[in-house]
């Protein structure tokens, strides 16, 4: 069983940054791919980055590439999620979910939401024009 913690979300304006983290606990030393998704009320849910414990691999969804970096801290068992230049696209409520299944085993290394075994809460990022 895995527990997953975030925090970091708020209200920010046009090309401002964000950073989220995740807090992990209830597993040793098994590796997991993490990975943020986001949300907004009427749509499904969809992948926005995530990286593999095991060996630092990450993957991005095409439209945050280049300004957001997923990361981890294995120390803290922490990942985040820095964004730069947000847009008013960014808002929704933003996820943090883990699997035990390498990334590279889910569609674009982010697959759907069903392919995700563990959920936070989730914490919300608005970004106004």
């Known amino acids: 069983q895995v527990q997953l913690v975030e925090s970091g979300g708020g209200s920010v304006q046009t090309g401002r940054s964000l950073r989220l983290s995740c807090a992990a606990s209830?597993?040793?030393?098994?590796?997991?791919?993490m990975g943020w998704f986001r949300q907004v009320p009427g749509k499904e849910r969809e992948g926005v980055a995530s990286?593999?414990?095991?060996?630092?691999?990450?993957y991005y969804r095409n439209s945050v590439k280049g300004r957001f970096t997923i990361s981890q801290d294995s120390a803290t068992n922490t990942v985040s999620l820095e964004m730069n230049l947000l847009k008013p696209e960014d808002t929704g409520m933003y996820y943090c979910?883990?699997?035990?299944?390498?990334?590279?085993?889910?569609?674009?290394?982010?697959?759907?939401?069903?392919?995700?075994?563990?959920w936070g809460q989730g914490t919300q990022v608005t970004v106004s024009s």
């Open positions: 209830g597993y040793t030393d098994r590796s997991y791919c």
């Open positions: 990286i593999y414990t095991g060996d630092g691999n990450t």
């Open positions: 979910a883990a699997d035990l299944r390498p990334c590279r085993y889910k569609g674009y290394g982010l697959g759907t939401a069903r392919d995700w075994e563990y």
